[in-house]
C-alpha cells in the first residue's frame, strides 16, 4: 500500500511537471559568456497538433548598429521537465555580412512560477564549426501578454508567419517596430 502512494506521488508531480502551459510569448535576455554582454530576446511558443513549434528573435548591436535575427525554432519537453529549444532555419535578418549556416544555439531551460509571473532560465550552448568555438550563457524570460511591444510578433507577422503561433490574434491591428 505504501508503495502504491509513494508511486501515486511520484507520478502526480512527474505530470504536473508536464501540465505547464509554455505556449505564448516569453521576453527577456540572453546572456553570452564570451562577449559579457546581454542581448534582448523573445521565444514564442505555439501548439499543433500535439507538437510544440517556435519561434525566437534576438536584438544585438555590433559598432553601434543594431541587427537582428528571426530563427524558426524546434521545441521539446524532455522527461525530466527541462524544455529544450533548438535553433533551426533563419528565415529574417539585417546581418550585414552572411551568416553562417551551420551555427546552431541549444537552450536548455526550466520553468518556475515567481509570484505572478511564469519565467524560463536556463543555459545555452552554440555548435563548435570549423570556423567557430562554441559560444555559452544564460537565458532569462518571463512570460508577457503584451503581443503590441513584441518585436519578434512584427516580423512573424511582416513574413506571414504570425498565424502559426496560436496566441496571437490575427485579427489584430498592424504591429509598429520598435528598435528599443
Known sequence: MKLIRLLLVISFFHSSVFCQDITGLWTGTIYNDSSQQYYQYEIGIGKENGKYIGYSHTWFVIEGKKFYGVKKLKVKIAS???????????????????????????????????????????????????????????????????????????????????????FINSGAEPLVLNER
Open 80 to 166: 525530466d521537465g527541462k524544455i529544450v529549444i533548438q535553433d533551426g532555419e533563419l528565415l529574417l535578418n539585417n546581418y550585414s555580412v552572411k551568416p553562417n549556416k551551420d551555427i546552431r544555439q541549444l537552450n536548455i531551460l526550466d520553468f518556475q512560477k515567481e509570484a505572478n509571473d511564469e519565467v524560463l532560465t536556463g543555459l545555452f550552448v552554440t555548435n563548435r564549426t570549423k570556423e567557430f568555438l562554441p559560444i555559452t550563457g544564460k537565458i532569462n524570460l518571463k512570460k508577457t501578454s503584451f503581443f503590441t511591444q513584441s518585436d519578434l510578433v512584427l516580423h512573424l507577422q511582416l513574413i506571414g508567419k504570425g498565424q502559426e503561433l496560436s
